[in-house]
């Protein structure tokens, strides 16, 4: 029985998107550990059927020092349980979870990163520079062994790799279950509802949504906004409350809280809006619209998100950067509600041919099988 050791950096992520994983490893009695931040998930995470290692929530801050003592977290992590294979989620657990290994000596390594955060996102020369060291320390970790699974081709494509090469893998970002996210009735039109579920924070576009639905409405299109979501406070890029309160006073806006019960949300809305920048992967929430039957309207810079949408097929790619070119396509929507259901039963197909949990697993057990040695049968 071999022993996989998960790494991700926070354990309500890790629970939220990584648990089928633990799953998959179980089924062929590989023996789970999975190390992350604590933050009161531990037992969902070993009710998955993985042993939980809590990690200080303050361990991944970006200063040197606090860098050289999370390396060193690590690396007394790996040599207490001695996995047969080490898998980090998320770039700050791939970048600290690298160099850990490689001081352990631990030849099989596995970096799943969907999305690349600021490396993708920065803009000028800081966002080059970024970018070029990038590049450099995927190309050595990959020489060294190291397999790199991403969430999508737009992250392969800023790390500049061949989607061919044998070290890399590309999958459904996190997958989604279409039997939980089933297709649901489109609600009554007009008006075209739309909804942005998101953490409130300016990078990932609510203001350019909320200037698009006004300039669509000015132009004569029935439509309504739902802003679906917190506002992050610990972040600096975070919306302001009195920001959001005003917006949602505007005529066919509304701020609501985040949502427990997603089937309900798109019983309520006809289509998910994220006119985001990169750097995000390929988000749940957009697996999860799509696998409800609803179009996508998504920026072209949205990485993962702008890979998934084929545009007039799933939804609408548009440059979200122009509110003007985002109110076109509300428009659109607006107008042809027979289009807007025929694109989400289209992105629904998107997602069982690629995009499922399962089809994610798979991909995993495959790779495992790769680095480990042939499954014996079930």
């Keep these: ?48 059927g993985a042993r939980f290692v809590p990690l200080t929530p303050g361990l991944w801050r970006n200063h ?7 390396v060193g977290t690590l ?4 040599l207490e349980q001695a996995p047969a294979l080490v898998q980090l989620h998320g770039i700050r657990a791939a970048l600290a979870g690298l160099a850990a290994a490689r001081l352990t000596a631990i030849p099989r390594r596995i970096a799943a990163v969907n999305g690349l955060g600021m ?4 803009t000028g020369l800081p966002g080059d520079g970024m970018r070029a060291l990038a590049r450099m320390l995927t190309g050595a970790a990959m020489a060294g062994g190291t397999r790199l699974v991403l969430g999508s081709p737009a992250d392969a494509a800023v790390l500049g790799l061949d989607p061919a090469n044998p070290a890399l893998r590309i999958t459904g970002g996190a997958g989604v279950d279409p039997l939980i996210h089933m297709p649901e009735p489109m609600p009554w039109s007009p008006p075209l509802k739309l909804a942005f579920i998101s953490p409130l924070l300016w990078a990932h576009g609510p203001g350019l949504a909320v200037d698009a639905v006004a300039k669509a409405r000015a132009a004569g ?46 019983r309520q809305h006809h289509a998910l809006i994220l006119p985001a920048g990169g750097g995000d992967g390929l988000p749940a929430i957009a697996l999860q619209a799509a696998a409800s039957a609803r179009p996508l309207i998504v920026s072209s810079s949205a990485g993962g998100s702008a890979s998934f949408v084929r545009d007039g097929i799933d939804g609408r790619v548009v440059d979200g950067s122009d509110p003007d070119s985002l109110a076109e396509a509300i428009i659109q929507f607006a107008r042809a509600p027979a289009l807007v259901e025929r694109m989400g039963r289209s992105a629904r197909e998107r997602v069982l041919n690629g995009y499922t949990e399962r089809q994610v697993m798979d991909a995993f057990r ?4 790769e680095m480990l040695g042939p499954e014996s049968p079930a």
């Design 64 to 70: 040197p020092v606090a860098v050289a003592r999370c």
């Design 1 to 48: 029985m071999a022993k996989l050791l998960f790494i991700g950096t926070q354990d309500w992520h890790f629970a939220r998107h990584h648990l089928p994983l633990v799953r998959a490893a179980r089924e062929r009695d590989h023996d789970v550990v999975v190390a992350a931040a604590d933050h009161g998930q531990g037992a969902r995470i070993a009710a998955a």
């Design 75 to 78: 690396r007394q992590i790996m």
């Design 366 to 369: 495959r790779l495992w099988a």
């Design 221 to 266: 299109a029935d439509v309504t906004l739902s802003l679906i979501g917190a506002p992050w406070s610990a972040s600096r890029n975070a919306v302001p409350r009195a920001i959001l309160e005003g917006w949602s006073s505007q005529p066919g806006i509304g701020w609501f809280a985040p949502a427990s019960d997603m089937a309900q949300v798109w």
């Design 119 to 122: 490396v993708s996102a920065s």
